[in-house]
């Protein structure tokens, strides 16, 4: 599998960002989810939020490395026999992703810098507090849930339209994730 994207697949680098990517999102949702739900006599009171806000950090820099890639080598184009619709659903929820992601991501930064504490990235390095102020922390964390269940939300039916793709239309869009063509004869 090349390195770089190819008009018939995804390259290893896209596939690792796209899959990497996944993975954190489910991870800190089902680990936001729990963390809401502590006590504060849990050990993981402090703990699970310091978590969740390193890893959504780090993620941070992933989303803006896969951007700067996704720049440099542009994804495959769609299949030629999707309809002009399929394209541009396929085409707004992509940005739509992205973009949720990000505004998700600034409502938590937005949340856990509200009193003016810059977020600790596992030790490694702070992002410090750009904004604070009184009533950011409970608006930030509203916009933060109602945005990741969105994300989420939209994920899952982009999972959905690709298990189609692939299980009922008989396609081959989905192995291109997978850094497969989609039709192995084709390739060049």
Avoid: C
């Avoid at 009171?45 to 720049?71: C, E, N, Q, S």
């Avoid at 769609?78 to 998700?104: C, E, I």
């Amino acid at each position: 599998m090349p390195w770089r994207n190819t008009p018939q697949r995804y390259g290893w680098l896209t596939v690792i960002f796209h899959w990497l990517t996944a993975a954190v999102i489910v991870g800190l949702f089902a680990l936001g989810l729990w963390m809401v739900e502590l006590d504060y006599y849990s050990r993981w009171y402090h703990t699970a939020p310091d978590i969740h806000k390193a890893t959504g950090m780090l993620l941070f820099g992933l989303l803006v490395a896969r951007i700067a890639w996704r720049m440099a080598s542009p994804p495959p184009p769609l299949p030629a026999h999707h309809s002009a619709v399929q394209r541009a659903a396929a085409s707004a929820v992509h940005h739509m992703l992205y973009l949720l992601l990000a505004f998700v991501m600034v409502s938590g930064y937005l949340i856990a810098t509200a009193e003016g504490d810059p977020v600790s990235v596992f030790g490694w390095f702070d992002v410090p507090a750009l904004v604070s102020g009184d009533g950011l922390e409970d608006t930030a964390g509203t916009i933060h849930e109602w945005l990741a269940w969105s994300l989420v939300g939209l994920a899952g039916l982009h999972a959905l339209a690709a298990l189609k793709h692939q299980f009922i239309d008989r396609d081959g869009t989905l192995k291109r994730i997978f850094g497969l063509p989609a039709h192995p004869e084709k390739e060049e």
